[in-house]
DNA sequence: TTGATATATAAGTGAACACTTATATATTGA
DNA sequence: TCAATATATAAGTGTTCACTTATATATCAA
C-alpha cells in the first residue's frame, strides 16, 4: 500500500470549484454522496462523477454503509500543492515584509 | 488598480505541469519568453499560451525589454490557493502526529 | 532597408472536461 | 416480493484545453 497517487490527479481535482467546496465540506464532517450534493445545483450522476475525480486523485476514501457511501476526507495528496506552494513563501513573505517596511517609513 | 483576479483563473494556471514549471523558474529568475519556453518540448506558440494563462491568473507581470518580454513572477495570487489549503493542515498535522506518537511508542 | 530575432495572435484539431438523461445495482422497509 | 432509496456507470453533447502551423508585429544588427 504505497499510497501512490497521481500528482497531477490532485492539481486536476482542485481545480474545479464544486471539487474545492465538497473537501471543505469533508474537512468538517464525513459525509453521503446525496449530503455532498445536496447544496450543488447539479444532478445526482454529475456530483458522482466529481467525488469520483476526489476518489482518484486520491482525496477522499469511501466505505459502504448500507445503501450509502460514507466519504472521508484524506488530505495527504494536498501536502503535496503545499510543499509546491512554500516554493514560494518566501516572495510573499518579502512583499509583506516591503509593505512592512513602507509602513514603518511613512508612519 | 484593485488587483482584482479571478479567483478561478489561479487554480486552473497551477493545474498544468509546464506552467508550475514556468513559476518555478521566475521564482528563481525573472526570465524572458523564450528562456521560460526552452526547457519544454512545445512550439514557442505553445508556450507564449502559457504565458498567456498565467498573465490572465495575475501570477507573472512582463516588461518590454528591447525585443524581449521580461517575465517575473508575481505570488501574489497563490495565496489564495494557501489560504484555502490552510484549511485542511490540522488535518495532516494529526496524522503526522498519530505518526510520532506510534514512533515514540516504539521507540 | 533588409534579414534575423523575439514574441504574440489566429485558426484549426483532437483530447479532456463538466454536464445531461437513461439505466444498472445494491439495500432497505413495507 | 416489491417499491423506494442511494449510488454508480454508460452514452451523448457542448465547451474548454493544449497543442499545432501560419502569420503578424516589433526590434535589432548588418
Redesign the interface.
Same mark, same amino acid.
Given at each position: 500500500m504505497t499510497s501512490s497517487h497521481n500528482r497531477?490527479a490532485v492539481?486536476?481535482a482542485?481545480?474545479d470549484?464544486t471539487r474545492?467546496a465538497m473537501?471543505?465540506m469533508l474537512?468538517k464532517k464525513e459525509s453521503s454522496a446525496t449530503e455532498l450534493a445536496s447544496p450543488f445545483d447539479i444532478s445526482q450522476p454529475a456530483a458522482s462523477q466529481h467525488l469520483r475525480v476526489l476518489r482518484d486523485a486520491g482525496l477522499v476514501t469511501v466505505e459502504r454503509k448500507g445503501r450509502e457511501r460514507r466519504y472521508r476526507?484524506d488530505?495527504?495528496p494536498? =501536502?503535496d500543492?503545499?510543499n /509546491?506552494?512554500e =516554493?514560494?513563501?518566501r516572495? /510573499?513573505n518579502a512583499?509583506l515584509d516591503a509593505l512592512g517596511n513602507y509602513l514603518n517609513r511613512i508612519a
Amino acid at each position: 500500500m504505497t499510497s501512490s497517487h497521481n500528482r497531477e490527479a490532485v492539481y486536476r481535482a482542485i481545480a474545479d470549484p464544486t471539487r474545492r467546496a465538497m473537501l471543505l465540506m469533508l474537512s468538517k464532517k464525513e459525509s453521503s454522496a446525496t449530503e455532498l450534493a445536496s447544496p450543488f445545483d447539479i444532478s445526482q450522476p454529475a456530483a458522482s462523477q466529481h467525488l469520483r475525480v476526489l476518489r482518484d486523485a486520491g482525496l477522499v476514501t469511501v466505505e459502504r454503509k448500507g445503501r450509502e457511501r460514507r466519504y472521508r476526507l484524506d488530505p495527504a495528496p494536498l =501536502h503535496d500543492v503545499h510543499n /509546491w506552494l512554500e =516554493h514560494f513563501e518566501r516572495f /510573499w513573505n518579502a512583499k509583506l515584509d516591503a509593505l512592512g517596511n513602507y509602513l514603518n517609513r511613512i508612519a
